[in-house]
């Protein structure tokens, strides 16, 4: 079964199966890290829309996914924020390794738990280097395989597990996906469970 195919079947439970660390953690990575922004943000993997309600007024939003399952619940929390005054989101299905962006179209592209599941996610990467300006940032807060020997253990027990349910890689060393996309690394911050969580901002 592809990834895809896996999150439109999960689509409708999604957000309660991840509620807990969503509570927990999630929340309060995603406002520090997207509630300053502004100018035109590109929103890779946008899934049910959690990320939408931390984004300032100002920002111009697009969001894409390639499942129509979670662009369906992301379109309710857009709806949500648009009854709120906030129009500036646009929902698209789009394949993150093909997008149909020019280059140097956004300030901002944001990755969110997203590069452990994009089939080639350093061709991914590429595209989000191209869409971004020349001025642009990448900010990605994702998972990914540790450098501790016990945890990195760990993971490639659940690894399978998370894989056949959700098309999840744990065991990805993200960090150097993104410099072989040809990003510069200006930030790596670990945010728990030692290196396994990370917020990553990058250079073109």
Do not use: Q
Not at 135 to 154: C, D, Q, T, V, Y
């Amino acid at each position: 079964m592809s990834v895809v195919s896996k999150y439109n079947r999960i689509s409708l439970i999604y957000d309660f199966i991840e509620a807990p660390i969503e509570i927990f953690l999630y929340r309060k990575w995603r406002e520090e890290a997207l509630s300053s922004l502004k100018g035109r943000v590109l929103e890779v993997g946008v899934g049910t829309g959690r990320n939408l309600e931390y984004y300032p007024a100002g920002a111009r939003v697009n969001g894409i996914d390639n499942s129509e399952g979670m662009l369906a619940k992301a379109r309710e929390k857009a709806e949500s924020i648009r009854d709120k005054g906030r129009k500036n989101v646009t929902l698209l299905l789009m394949d993150a390794e093909n997008m149909e962006f020019p280059d140097n179209t956004f300030d901002y592209v944001v990755t969110t738990f997203v590069l452990c599941s994009i089939p080639d996610p350093v061709k991914a990467l590429k595209e989000m280097r191209r869409v971004l300006k020349p001025s642009g940032e990448l900010i990605a807060l994702e998972h990914m395989r540790s450098k501790n020997p016990f945890i990195a253990r760990i993971e490639d027990l659940i690894n399978p597990i998370m894989f056949f349910f959700i098309g999840d890689d744990m065991t990805r060393n993200t960090v150097e996906n993104i410099k072989k996309a040809g990003f510069t690394i200006i930030e790596e911050k670990n945010l728990a469970f030692k290196d396994v969580f990370k917020k990553i901002r990058a250079k073109t």
